[in-house]
């Protein structure tokens, strides 16, 4: 067991730095703009407001590539999985075509949906356009990670987004302050850092590719195939996206000081969910990969260390996290209304944490085995029943604390009955090795 655990993380540790690149980006930005002024800083919360949720679902990319790929690797194909590898990140630069054509002319429309005020409109459309110029770097950069993690190395991803962590900061301070660009400068030099890093990806896809004899041109059979999962990988992320909706909105009825609150707990839960997102990622490319070995003991050995590591966590967090959640709200706000609705809010997410770990791995899991219509559908069903619970809890309660349970417990409670019921007995493990 300690050598699959070493190979957990040998996976988990550096995806988790990866995946903390995208959020990293967009604090250096924050804190290099917000020397501008409020109306600059205004400007970047909404352009990169809409920014990172397209990524955000756009992620099916490196999801949907990472088990195609492990599980050719698993196989024995090394040509396969390059190619497989190759449809993935010419599904990114077709979805990046049709973002960039038909997004564009809707950028200040989809601005207006804010009703910025003029001097925060300007800086936030100059932004947007850059940076949706710059979708096609940043959504290769999202499958050639999924390639690189089928291929089972997370270290690459982890070194390419310091890398482009230490360009983008560079950049910034030229484009922003050395040649007076502004808001724009930042969403220059992020669109340049994300372009290096694209290019890096390319040379290291290619010589994939010619090592092992895989074909560089698009296989549109693989493509479709690649989309066919992707499509049901983005309902399932629209539904989540979905559910965080429905939380802000009913929150901001509530009031200022309730939506600040939530908006505290919600970045906790973020923060916590990208230790769980590694775990997860782990297991899309072990389970592919023993999949594609066809050793169902192998894929079964995976699936309790990687449930035991996840809910583990849950756990261990949880506890002195529901311990210290009197006083946690005073590392984010001075105010005393905001800290004194938060104190509930994070004891609730404690106790959601075992759950929390349980649903990531489970997710996880079932990626690995491309059980992508699955995942949308229980997605779908658990985003019905956030919105019901919210309903409940705002009629009957009206309260901010029932309403984030609604989603710890009824969003996280009905993703964990609907992903364990899908993974009673091998039946799932024989419905992966169908679709092989």
């Keep these: ?93 077709v979805c990046s075509a049709v973002l960039v054509a038909g997004g564009l002319p809707l950028l200040g429309w989809l601005l207006g949906l804010f009703h910025p005020a003029p001097e925060v409109a300007a800086g936030a459309l100059s932004y947007l356009t850059i940076s949706w110029w710059g979708l096609p770097f940043m959504l290769v950069v999202v499958a050639a990670t999924g390639l690189l993690r089928g291929l089972q190395d997370t270290k690459t991803p982890l070194f390419v987004a310091a890398g482009g962590f230490g360009l983008n900061i560079a950049l910034n301070a030229l484009f922003i302050y050395g040649l007076g660009m502004g808001v724009a400068g930042s969403a220059l030099g992020t669109v340049c850092a994300h372009a290096a890093m694209c290019a890096v990806y390319i ?25 066919r999962t992707s499509g049901w990988l983005l309902v399932r992320n629209a539904s989540l996206r979905g559910g965080l909706i429905v939380l802000i909105a009913a929150a901001t009825a509530l009031g200022t000081a309730q939506l600040a609150a939530l908006q505290v707990a919600q970045t906790l839960f973020n923060s916590l969910a990208l230790v769980l997102d590694s775990i997860a990622i782990a297991g899309q490319a072990l389970i592919g990969l023993e999949l594609g070995r066809r050793d169902r003991a192998g894929v079964a050995a995976v699936q309790r260390r990687l449930l035991l590591w996840g809910t583990g966590f849950g756990v261990v967090v949880g506890v002195p996290l529901a311990c210290a959640s009197p006083w946690v709200g005073a590392a ?84 964990a009955v609907t992903l364990g019921l899908r993974m009673r007995g091998q039946g799932w493990i024989e419905r992966a090795e169908a679709r092989a």
């Design 203 to 227: 040379v290291i896809a290619i010589r994939a590719a010619r090592r092992f004899g895989a074909d560089l041109r698009p296989d549109w059979a693989g493509v479709l195939a690649a989309a």
């Design 1 to 93: 067991m300690r050598a699959l655990d070493r190979r957990i993380w040998g996976l988990a540790l550096p995806a988790l730095g990866a995946l903390a690149a995208e959020p990293v980006f967009l604090l250096a930005d924050t804190a290099m703009v917000g020397h501008l002024g409020a109306g600059a800083l205004g400007a970047l919360a909404i352009a990169g407001t809409i920014v990172q949720t397209v990524l955000g679902l756009m992620v099916f990319l490196a999801y949907a590539t990472t088990p195609r790929v492990a599980r050719h690797l698993g196989s024995g194909d090394q040509r396969a999985a390059v190619g497989a590898g190759f449809d993935g990140i010419w599904l990114a630069l």
């Design 332 to 415: 984010f706000t001075s105010d005393g209304a905001v800290r004194a609705l938060l104190a509930p809010l994070v004891l609730v997410l404690a106790l959601c944490m075992p759950i929390a770990g349980w649903v990531f791995t489970l997710d996880g899991i079932l990626m690995g085995a491309e059980d992508a219509r699955y995942l949308a559908l229980a997605q779908v069903v658990s985003f019905l029943v956030l919105a019901a619970c919210a309903w409940a809890a705002m009629a009957a309660f009206g309260s901010l604390t029932a309403l984030w349970a609604s989603f710890c417990f009824g969003f996280m409670g009905a993703r």
